[in-house]
């Protein structure tokens, strides 16, 4: 079942907030988001990068995953937006282990290297210590991939550990850099020189 046969009223088209920073909007992905959402994910250096994404990504797919976002709770997926509502990638909680969420996040080639994927990810790590109250936070990143590692210690996470993960698109499993924060460590960062998170909520 695609996400057009799906009832309408079913879809979770709204999530509870909205984040907004300086130059960016992250909000829950709705079904007019799908051409976008596909055409920037049918990437293959993006799918190589992250867990699930197939390659190639089409509408489908797209439409897919909307479907299936913000469906459990604590869970909560994001789409990375400029102000002027330019869709740029996507980003997210999500509860994997039980013992604490773990971050995810990806942005579409054209926008790397400007500090997006930074942003974003600060911002979700601000809305769950302040917002949530969780105790720490985990994320991976490939060890082929030192620039999204990179993101996820300027936002003050520390390595722990590497483990094998199965990569979707490459139909195998590859080493990836485990990483984690605790709260106590993001409090002593709060003053990481950078506008802070705006919280709205949305019905």
């Known amino acids: 079942m695609t996400i057009l046969e799906r ?10 907030h909205v984040l ?12 007019e988001d799908a051409k976008t959402v596909a055409t920037l994910a049918d990437d293959r250096r993006i799918a190589e990068n992250t867990l699930r994404i197939p390659h190639p990504y089409g509408l489908g797919d797209a439409e897919d995953w909307i ?3 913000n469906l459990d709770s604590r869970d909560e997926t994001f789409l990375i937006a400029r102000r002027d509502g330019t869709v740029m990638g996507a980003c997210g909680l999500e509860w994997r282990n039980g013992h604490s969420p773990e971050i995810g996040y990806w942005l579409g080639a054209r926008y790397w290297g400007q500090g997006f994927a930074t ?3 600060r911002a979700l790590v601000d809305h769950a210590f302040a917002d949530h109250g969780y105790n720490a936070l985990q994320a991976g990143a490939r060890t082929s991939n030192p620039a999204s590692r990179r993101v996820l210690e300027k936002c003050g996470f520390q390595w722990t550990s590497v483990v094998l993960h199965r990569i979707r698109a490459i139909r195998s499993s590859a080493p990836v850099d485990c990483l984690r924060l605790e709260r106590a460590i993001w409090s002593s960062l709060k003053d990481w020189g950078r ?6 909520y949305v019905a």
Not at 7 to 16: A, M, N, V
Not at 195 to 200: A, Y
């Open 20 to 31: 907004e920073t300086g130059r960016l909007i992250l909000r829950a992905p709705r079904l």
């Open 67 to 69: 479907a299936s976002t």
């Open 119 to 121: 942003e974003a990810v």
């Open 7 to 16: 009832p309408r009223d079913g879809l979770p088209e709204t999530c509870t």
């Open 195 to 200: 506008t802070s998170t705006r919280v709205r």
